[in-house]
């Protein structure tokens, strides 16, 4: 009788751990709406500079399915058996310069100027089982003028009276931009629901961006786990459910120190199809190509920052510190800052 106790308390248990997580999943958001910018002016230090990856503005707008997928994301893959997958289209605009953006001269000793313009899908599925997640991006857009890198940056410098960029006419011509961005973690050890490390790599391949990257990812602090789901990172499970049991809140730090192998990169050599036009000779061969910094193959980075999630708001900051993209040119810092909406 003893024993049958003692099983039948622990089967009670055990249903309503698992009835508490069904519960908390199910009553996770639906939508998150994320808003996303990456600017070099926004820096912990307070040293902002306007050069090199100098501005990134992105909008995501992800969501969950209650029926099977159909089209192209039935080919997506998934992290298995009970995963939590979350779908995302999203739009980016993303600018390099050179240091001095008054002159109207080509820098061939400094970043170039060159923006991007893409729409991205994404599916982001996670285990929480086996606790490992598999993140897939699709990437679609255009390289040069019809970007609209240069009217947006001069648009926002008028509009903050800063320094009027005058080299954009030296920036890479249009070309097409497809690529496919593979991402996979999985976890490495924990402390309950208050340290996570999580090892992850990806593969980027296609005609924006071509390489590999390796890093740990660390969270410290009062969060839901990270493989519970793309949402649960930023919104709080429960929050319209009157719940003790349910956090209604998170606050926690991210240190993600990486390393990437980069084998081609358009945003810094120009499009596949039309290349750099700096480099080319003249047309009667009597002009030799202008100097140009090649590629660095490694590139290291230092990320690290703070979410802060209430209910379905959210707000993360986050400093890169980055090495020199290219051959001989200098190390960079850009801030970002991300407002989620969830409902």
């Known amino acids: 009788m003893k024993h049958f106790l003692r099983w039948t308390i622990i089967f009670m248990v055990i249903a309503c751990d698992a009835g508490e997580t069904l519960f908390a999943q199910e009553d996770a958001p639906n939508l998150l709406l994320r808003i996303y910018e990456d600017?070099?002016?926004?820096?912990?230090?307070?040293?902002?500079t306007d050069d090199a990856y100098t501005n990134g503005t992105r909008i995501d707008l992800f969501y969950t399915k209650k029926h099977p997928s159909r089209g192209i994301d039935r080919f997506l893959p998934t992290a298995g058996t009970g995963s939590i997958n979350t779908y995302g289209w999203g739009f980016m605009q993303l600018m390099f310069t050179p240091d001095d953006i008054t002159r109207s001269d080509y820098q061939p000793n400094d970043y170039p100027y060159s923006g991007a313009l893409i729409a991205t899908h994404t599916l982001y599925s996670y285990n929480p089982v086996k606790k490992f997640d598999w993140q897939t991006e699709l990437v679609a857009g255009v390289i040069g003028p019809a970007s609209l890198a240069a009217e947006t940056q001069a648009f926002v410098h008028k509009l903050i009276h800063y320094y009027k960029p005058m080299g954009w006419p030296h920036q890479f011509k249009n070309d097409l931009l497809i690529n496919i961005n593979m991402t996979g973690e999985k976890e490495l050890a924990s402390v309950g629901q208050a340290l996570e490390i999580i090892g992850g790599s990806q593969v980027f391949l296609g005609t924006m961006l071509n390489g590999i990257a390796f890093?740990?990812?660390?969270?410290i602090g009062k969060m839901t786990p990270?493989?519970?789901?793309?949402?649960?990172?930023?919104?709080?499970?429960?929050?319209?459910?009157?719940?003790?049991?349910?956090k209604k809140w998170q606050a926690y730090f991210m240190l993600k120190p990486e390393a990437q192998l980069i084998?081609?990169?358009?945003?810094?050599?120009?499009?596949m199809f039309t290349g750099n036009p700096n480099l080319k000779t003249g047309h009667k061969g009597d002009r030799p190509p202008l100097p140009y910094h090649g590629l660095e193959r490694w590139v290291y980075s230092l990320n690290y920052g703070a979410v802060v999630s209430s209910g379905n708001f959210s707000i993360s900051f986050m400093q890169s510190t980055s090495s020199a993209m290219m051959k001989g040119l200098y190390c960079h810092?850009?801030?970002?800052i991300s407002l989620y909406f969830a409902w």
């Open 39 to 48: 600017n070099d002016f926004i820096n912990a230090f307070g040293v902002g």
């Open 215 to 219: 890093y740990p990812l660390i969270r």
């Open 226 to 246: 990270y493989f519970h789901g793309y949402m649960t990172q930023y919104s709080s499970p429960g929050s319209s459910v009157k719940s003790r049991h349910i």
């Open 263 to 271: 084998f081609t990169n358009a945003l810094l050599e120009g499009g």
């Open 333 to 336: 810092d850009v801030g970002n």
